[in-house]
Structure formats: structure tokens, C-alpha cells
């Protein structure tokens, strides 16, 4: 059973830099794609970025892409999220996500295991 726990957010001043992990701490951890959503206040959970379950393909949504990196280290059963050059727009809770296929996928309803989410604040 996947369970996922992200942990890294906080408040960082625009222009700043913070890096999310992604741990399972269930049995056995995902060989399928995972993937970075968020969610800011009052708006839908959107797409980040996601990583081919070999870690080989990476996909971004535009308003990240060039600034966030994914990556993963399935030997340590995490999946990490490099956000670089923080605007106040990145504010949301950032989420965690898997799936079994191990291809890439922009589409939440993809995904069926989610974490709890962490907060990231940017300030202006």
C-alpha cells in the first residue's frame, strides 16, 4: 500500500528557493509515475510536474517549467520537488501523488494514491 508524506513547505520570500519531499512509508513504494499538484485558496488543484516511474521522462505545467525541478530516488522510496525563483502566484498546498502506470500524467483523476499536502508560502 502507497502512503505518501510530503514534507519541506513553509514561507519564503519571493525569489527564494524551497525543496518538497515525497516519502512512502507504506510497504512498498511506487514504480509508477508520480506527480506535484497544487492547490491555492479559493482556486481547483492544478498540475505541477511529474516523473516517469525510471525517473527518465519529466513533465511540467508552463507556470513552473524552468524553475521547478522533479526528481526521484526510488532507492530511498522519495520524490522531491526543487522550486526555484518563488513568486507569490506559487502559494498553495502542494500535494503528492501516484500512480501504478509508469508513465507520465498531467491528469489528476491518473492518480490514486494522494498525500496530505504541505503548505507553501511566498511572500511579496
Known amino acids: 500500500q502507497v502512503q505518501l508524506v510530503e514534507s519541506g513547505g513553509g514561507l519564503v520570500q519571493a525569489g527564494g528557493s524551497l525543496t518538497l519531499s515525497c516519502v512512502d512509508s507504506g510497504r512498498t513504494f511506487s514504480r509508477g509515475a508520480m506527480g506535484w499538484f497544487r492547490q491555492a485558496p479559493g482556486k481547483e488543484r492544478e498540475f505541477v510536474a511529474t516523473?516517469?516511474?525510471?525517473?527518465?521522462?519529466?513533465y511540467y505545467s508552463d507556470s513552473v517549467r524552468g524553475r521547478f525541478t522533479i526528481s526521484r530516488d526510488n532507492a530511498k522510496n522519495t520524490v522531491s520537488l526543487q522550486m526555484n525563483s518563488l513568486r507569490p502566484e506559487d502559494t498553495a498546498v502542494y500535494y503528492c501523488?501516484?500512480?501504478?502506470?509508469?508513465?507520465?500524467?498531467?491528469?489528476?483523476?491518473?492518480?490514486?494514491?494522494w498525500g496530505q499536502g504541505t503548505q507553501v508560502t511566498v511572500s511579496s
Open positions: 516523473i516517469s516511474g525510471p525517473g527518465t521522462t519529466t
Open positions: 501523488a501516484a500512480r501504478s502506470n509508469s508513465w507520465v500524467d498531467t491528469r489528476q483523476y491518473a492518480y490514486d494514491s
